[in-house]
């Protein structure tokens, strides 16, 4: 069964470094997205992204992030100078024809 | 406005027993989707409704829609230890938002041996 792959599982960034997550979404699928879940909380928007370019943005997503498709295989988020608060579980999803598919996240920890 | 809030926050139950999850919601939606979260993993797909569908069966499952109170119940019958998780709606207003999904809180549910 197809699925969106995800890497690193887990990262350990300083605070004020970058970092990019990384995302294999489903291949016939046309609309990605990034959610984040902080520990012991619910599942939130970040963005969805559709025909190489955003077309929806929470609130949460501000300019120390960013989303590209670089070679049309890859979805990645960005975030420029990441703070302890960005420390969340990022999941990536592509939508198919009736439901999200969801990868298994990666666990980002800022310290 | 606060989307897809779950009832109860945490329910524990023998297996074997039925578990039912409450959801309710505050803005028209397109569908509402279930999800599954085991400890730490990633989030599966479990049943989409329709707005104009009342009610759903998938193996297990049972879900219900009620637009005019905007709530919606997941049904779990015979329950197994391994539907030990976090259960989470969500609602997906379509449109120009298309695909895009407003999270609950989630309903942590455990099943005991």
């Known amino acids: 069964e197809p699925e969106v792959t995800q890497t690193p599982s887990h990262q350990v960034t300083q605070m004020g470094q970058e970092v990019i997550l990384r995302c294999v979404p489903i291949?016939?699928?046309?609309?990605f997205y990034w959610y984040r879940q902080i520990l012991g909380q619910k599942v939130e928007f970040l963005v969805s992204f559709y025909n190489n370019e955003i077309s929806e943005k929470s609130e949460i997503f501000d300019d120390q992030f960013s989303v590209e498709r670089p070679d049309g295989s890859n979805f990645t988020l960005k975030i420029r100078s990441t703070k302890l608060e960005d420390s969340a579980m990022y999941f990536c999803a592509s939508w198919g024809a009736t439901e999200a598919f969801f990868g298994q996240g990666t666990r980002l920890t800022v310290v | 406005s606060q989307q897809g809030e779950e009832d109860p926050q945490a329910l524990s139950i023998q297996e074997g027993e039925n578990a039912t999850m409450n959801c309710s919601y505050k803005?028209?939606?397109?569908?509402l989707q279930w999800y599954r979260q085991n400890s730490g993993r990633g989030l599966v797909h479990l049943i989409l409704?329709?707005?104009?569908?009342r009610e759903k069966h998938s193996g297990r499952l049972r879900v219900t829609l009620d637009t005019s109170k905007k709530s919606s119940s997941l049904l779990i019958t015979a329950s197994r230890a391994a539907d030990t998780a976090s259960y989470f709606c969500a609602t997906n207003a379509g449109g120009t938002s298309y695909g895009k999904l407003t999270f609950g809180q989630g309903t942590i549910l455990t099943v005991h041996p």
């Open positions: 291949s016939n699928h046309l609309y």
């Open positions: 409704i329709r707005s104009n569908e």
């Open positions: 803005t028209s939606i397109n569908n």
